[in-house]
């Protein structure tokens, strides 16, 4: 036992933290970074003097509290989800983790149960873990995908309080139907649960595939958990979002933190928003990108999962950590994410692409 763990088992630590590890992907200072599914995109000039302008004006008033129902914020964000929202449907915090944190304390903690379906984000165990509600693990299909039949099944198995559905599936890319969502709620009906659809990359999926935010209506107990990180850039702003019934944000105002959301979040946030177009064409691209890595990691023989997020997770490789290796000493940083035979990589700028690229034909 190290003598950190040893310190730390030394505090009257809860006994469900015991032995947890936090988490975190490798911060290795390499070229190419394309383990975290950042967008590798830097902010377009216009869109950076838009977000300076925009908080040298929020500074002025940093004496005082910012606005603790960022009413501007969740006019605008419900502006661009459409799906005739309302701000009243609007929620947002630091990034959409701690959006999902405050779902648990609101309706999870001791003596309630938190389902979802591995391999998924590998966050929802450990913010079950924070809020003291118990973790069940699903059970998804050889090839990871995940049918309405099985879900629902899970979900009346597992006698579930809430649920985490994320779509598109990070590590794997795929989005879930409707109709697994649809299956879910109704499996859930029975104990009142919460049905939680995480779609942090959403903004990148393939043209047709439907967002859960048509399902809203009349579904007091579904949630819509979106991100500002990916599409829009703004992983250093930390800015999530969710949509629901006006009731949840009430919920959600008895565990937040007063003035949770700072002067300076919520003016980086409104100036990124009012140029989405200009943002979202960078989404364009990285697709384009992510398309080009299912295309030549197929012809190279490996096994790329259906992505309709700003990563591709692939397949068929006999010594996943070599190649991982491999690419770490040509500069490139991609992600294993702990499942046999696989890797996971980002779709970044052309550029990077072309280097992830040409080193990995090297070594398959």
């Known amino acids: 036992m190290s003598d950190q763990l040893e310190r730390l088992n030394r505090l009257p630590l809860r006994d469900n933290l015991r032995g947890l590890m936090p988490y975190g992907a490798p911060q290795l200072h390499v070229p190419i970074l394309l383990n975290v599914n950042e967008n590798t995109h830097p902010l377009p000039e216009k869109v950076r003097a838009a977000i300076v302008a925009s908080v040298e004006e929020a500074v002025a008033g940093l004496n005082r509290y910012p606005d603790r129902e960022f009413t501007e914020l969740r006019e605008a964000l419900a502006r661009y989800l459409g799906h005739g929202l309302t701000p009243a449907e609007i929620w947002a915090a630091n990034g959409s983790n701690e959006v999902l944190q405050q779902i648990l304390q609101a309706f999870g903690g001791p003596g309630r149960r938190l389902l979802s379906f591995p391999p998924t984000y590998s966050m929802y165990p450990l913010l079950a873990s924070g809020t003291d509600t118990e973790y069940v693990a699903g059970q998804r299909s050889a090839d990871f995908t995940l049918t309405a039949e099985a879900a629902a099944g899970a979900v009346a198995a597992s006698k579930a309080n809430i649920v985490f559905l994320c779509s598109p599936n990070n590590p794997t890319g795929t989005a879930l139907g409707l109709d697994v969502v649809e299956a879910v709620y109704e499996a859930g009906a029975a104990r009142n649960a919460?049905?939680?659809?995480?779609?942090?990359?959403?903004?990148?999926?393939?043209?047709?595939?439907?967002?859960?935010?048509?399902?809203?209506?009349?579904?007091?107990?579904?949630?819509?958990?979106?991100?500002?990180?990916?599409?829009?850039?703004?992983?250093?702003?930390?800015?999530g979002y969710l949509a629901a019934a006006p009731e949840i944000a009430d919920a959600l105002r008895l565990v937040r933190l007063p003035y949770h959301l700072s002067a300076v979040t919520q003016a980086t946030a409104l100036a990124a928003l009012e140029h989405a177009d200009t943002l979202l064409a960078n989404v364009e691209d990285i697709k384009g990108q992510r398309d080009r890595i299912v295309d030549e990691l197929t012809a190279l023989g490996l096994t790329p999962a259906p992505s309709d997020s700003n990563f591709v997770f692939f397949g068929g490789l006999k010594d996943p950590h070599a190649v991982w290796q491999g690419l770490l000493e040509a500069g490139v940083l991609i992600r294993d994410v702990g499942i046999p035979g696989h890797l996971r990589v980002t779709a970044g700028t052309e550029a990077e692409t072309t280097a992830f690229l040409d080193r990995i034909r090297e070594l398959v």
């Open 194 to 239: 919460i049905v939680v659809v995480d779609e942090a990359y959403a903004e990148f999926a393939h043209a047709g595939t439907p967002s859960a935010l048509s399902l809203l209506p009349g579904r007091e107990r579904l949630i819509v958990s979106r991100t500002m990180s990916k599409a829009f850039a703004l992983a250093g702003a930390r800015l």
